[in-house]
Structure formats: structure tokens, C-alpha cells
């Protein structure tokens, strides 16, 4: 026959042990839940600080990032003006260059120092002199004469009917006269290494009104004349030029020295 539960009858201290034995689990459990409970919350409390401190962090990092771009467009715009300051240091410098070498050159042509034409070391002349392919003098000759067309003074300079140009002046506008073209050579010369020694530009008169300029050269072992407003294709010897043209000598120079005939 089977029994139901209520046909157990327990005495009072085996109640009493249960209630026990309850109490005490459901103190674990609720300890246990406590516990839990506590940590869950104190790590809540943890995720909203590391996320409080991204943020923070973030924004710093943002505002950093924004500062060193500041920095560097400030930097970029601090090395642009010190640029432009160097610029116009370099400028003002070249400048001053210029106007020594102008005051150099009045003080030079008010002493009819004739030194002041013959300019080798002109950047203009450097670049030309350095295209050329060597240094033999007829080509550099026939460079001057066939390139630097005749023109007359008085139909470039405002009718002034003597003005001796500058290497460079005659390089930029292609035209000189006797004397230009004169120059432009020896300049050439004296650019491709000749001596000043070796080399000059001559002047004098063919009459009483006329005068006429050309270049010597002491060139294996003779003096000769190129004569680049004339058609030769090469030289002449020195002696030779002078009975054919009857010149009457007045003067010559160079970088380095000068004469003047009176």
C-alpha cells in the first residue's frame, strides 16, 4: 500500500534542522547574489569611468590634434614669411651689388676707364660662352658677326649717335654697331679663358669724322684682327689690316687695362 507524504509525521528537531539547513542556504544565496550584485554595479561603475575618461581622452587627443595643426599652419606661414623676408634680403642685396657695380662703372667711364665694357664674368655672357662648343676664336668670331646684326646707334639709343653698349645689352637686343660688336667679342674671349694679356679691343680713326673698333688677338704666335662687322670669314694678320684699312690707332683696352691715344 502506498503512503502519502503527509503520512510522515517528523519530529520537532527534524523540523528545526530543516528551517536550519534553509536559512543557511537561502543566507549563501542571498550573500552569494549580493556579492554579484555589488561587483556587477562597481563594474558599471568602472565602464562608465574608462568611458567618461575615452571621451575626455578623445576630446584631448582632438584638440591636440587641432592645436599641432595650428602649430603646423603657423609654422608653414612663419617659413613662408621668413622666405619672402629672405627673399627680398637677397633681392636688396643683389641690388646693392648692382648699384656698387653702377657707382664702380660712373667712376670707371667718368676717368674714361674703358674697363667698364668688358664684362667675362657676366652671368648673360657665362651662359653663351659655355654653349659654345669650343674655344677656337674663329668660331667665336663668326658667332658675333653672323648672330649681332650692324645697327647704328642713333636708330637704337633714342638718336644718340655714340653709345657703346654693354655685352649683355648686345646679347638681348641682337644689333650693335662696330664697337658693340667689338666688345661682345673680347668679352667672349676673355669668358672662354684668353688672356687679357692676349687680347683687346682696338679703336681708332679711318678719317677725319669716322671711327671704327675691332678686336686683336695674339693668336699662334702673330697678332691678328677680327673684324666682326666686316664679311671675312676668319682673321687677318695685324699688319696686314692696318695698310688695308689705313686706321689710324687710337686706343685699346680690356677687363684689366686700357690706352688711350691722344
Known amino acids: 500500500m502506498t503512503k502519502n507524504w503527509w503520512d510522515y509525521k517528523l519530529n520537532v528537531k527534524q523540523i528545526d534542522r ?26 558599471l561603475k568602472e565602464e562608465n569611468i574608462l568611458e567618461n575618461n575615452f571621451y575626455f581622452y578623445s576630446q584631448e587627443k582632438a ?52 674697363t667698364y665694357f668688358i664684362t667675362p664674368d657676366n652671368e648673360k655672357v657665362l651662359s653663351l660662352a ?36 654693354l655685352p649683355e645689352e648686345t646679347i638681348n637686343l641682337g644689333t650693335g654697331d662696330c664697337e658693340d660688336q667689338a666688345i661682345l667679342l673680347c668679352t667672349l674671349f676673355r669668358s672662354k679663358g684668353y688672356s687679357s694679356d692676349d687680347v683687346k679691343v682696338a679703336f681708332g680713326l679711318t678719317s677725319e669724322t669716322n671711327g671704327h673698333a675691332w678686336v686683336e688677338l695674339f693668336y699662334n704666335g702673330d697678332w691678328v684682327v677680327f673684324d666682326p662687322t666686316s664679311n671675312s670669314n676668319s682673321y687677318v694678320e ?25
Not at 238 to 261: A, P, Q
Open 18 to 43: 530543516l528551517i536550519i539547513v534553509m536559512m543557511v542556504v537561502s543566507s549563501i544565496i542571498f550573500v552569494g547574489y549580493t556579492i554579484k550584485y555589488s561587483e556587477y554595479n562597481i563594474l
Open 63 to 114: 584638440n591636440l590634434e587641432d592645436t599641432i595643426k595650428v602649430t603646423e599652419n603657423s609654422i608653414k606661414s612663419e617659413d613662408m614669411k621668413l622666405s619672402e623676408i629672405q627673399n627680398v634680403i637677397v633681392q636688396r642685396e643683389q641690388k646693392l651689388k648692382d648699384l656698387e657695380n653702377q657707382l664702380i662703372g660712373y667712376e670707371k667711364l667718368r676717368k674714361n676707364d674703358m
Open 130 to 165: 659655355e654653349n659654345m662648343n669650343n674655344n677656337d676664336p674663329v668660331e667665336i668670331y663668326e658667332f658675333v658677326r653672323d648672330k649681332i646684326k650692324y645697327v647704328e646707334d642713333y636708330t637704337t639709343h633714342d638718336f644718340r649717335f655714340e653709345y657703346w653698349q
Open 238 to 262: 695685324k699688319t696686314r689690316y692696318y695698310s688695308l684699312v689705313n686706321i689710324n690707332y687710337k686706343g685699346s683696352f680690356n677687363d684689366i687695362t686700357y690706352e688711350v691715344i691722344e
